[in-house]
């Protein structure tokens, strides 16, 4: 598209004026600039031009099975509720090592003064300067603990994926040529690519009928002149072509 755009901009394969690029929105107004007719867009001439080259290129779009579905997820509102559940599941980690620590205590046999007592409510149960595998010892001794264990082991590989989701996205924007500092959200860019792919199949449809009509008027006039000499062909053409025009859009 960026080398059709030239040569029409340039009228020719020149090299002045050339672009180097077009950001991934242009893609949406390609149905929007017209020819002189006012009836071929940039879009049919994309179409044409693909369908001339390379037809397999059509069907791009089957090459995207999962953009139009990426369009309706919100990636803002996904990591937002990974924080929230990050943050409750933090809370019941704490909760499962109170409980386990209060169950090593009870369990204990009473050798100590009501003093010491006091001290191993104070620091037995706190969790802060515990080990990790103390602590992974005490959450597997607790129903709650185990599932804190897995749980976190479950979200933990959550977070992984969305930071490595995160960095993709990110050089996905770099190779469209979006700045580093670009706003644009994921379901933004797929709602770009699906709006784009509909408006193509659209301009593909325009152009299958514009030579289904061409060919249609192609075969006509060759019979006319076979079995209508005396009849003017030219006129006899242009209303056998209006006919089927009319058949096309009924």
């Not at 879009?43 to 031009?49: A, G, M, N, R």
């Not at 409750?88 to 009501?114: G, M």
């Not at 005490?138 to 590989?157: C, D, E, H, N, P």
Request: charged share 30%; with cysteine; aromatic share 8%.
């Amino acid at each position: 598209m960026l080398n059709i755009g030239n040569r029409l901009n340039t009228a020719g394969p020149g090299q002045k004026r050339k672009a180097g690029a077009f950001s991934i929105k242009s893609l949406l107004k390609l149905n929007q600039a017209k020819a002189f007719d006012n009836k071929t867009t940039f879009l049919h001439y994309v179409v044409l031009v693909v369908q001339r080259n390379n037809a397999d290129l059509l069907d791009f779009k089957d090459d995207l099975p999962s953009v139009s579905r990426a369009d309706k997820i919100y990636w803002d509102q996904c990591v937002s509720e990974l924080e929230e559940v990050e943050t409750q599941l933090e809370n019941v980690r704490k909760l499962a090592l109170h409980e386990a620590k209060s169950n090593k205590i009870v369990y204990q046999l009473p050798n100590k003064t009501k003093s010491s007592e006091a001290d191993n409510d104070s620091d037995d149960l706190s969790v802060e300067s515990m080990s990790l595998e103390d602590e992974v010892s005490l959450l597997r001794s607790t129903k709650i603990g185990m599932f804190a264990l897995s749980a976190i082991r479950k979200v933990s590989q959550l977070r992984e994926r969305v930071d490595t989701a995160k960095l993709k996205f990110e050089s996905l924007l770099e190779y469209f040529g979006e700045s580093s500092d670009s706003k644009m959200q994921p379901h933004e860019l797929f709602d770009i690519i699906t709006t784009f792919c509909r408006s193509f199949d659209a301009a593909r449809a325009d152009v299958e009928k514009m030579e289904k009509v061409k060919v249609c008027f192609t075969i006509f006039c060759q019979i006319t002149i076979h079995i209508s000499p005396h009849l003017s062909s030219n006129s006899l053409c242009i209303s056998l072509f209006s006919l089927e025009t009319r058949r096309e859009k009924g």
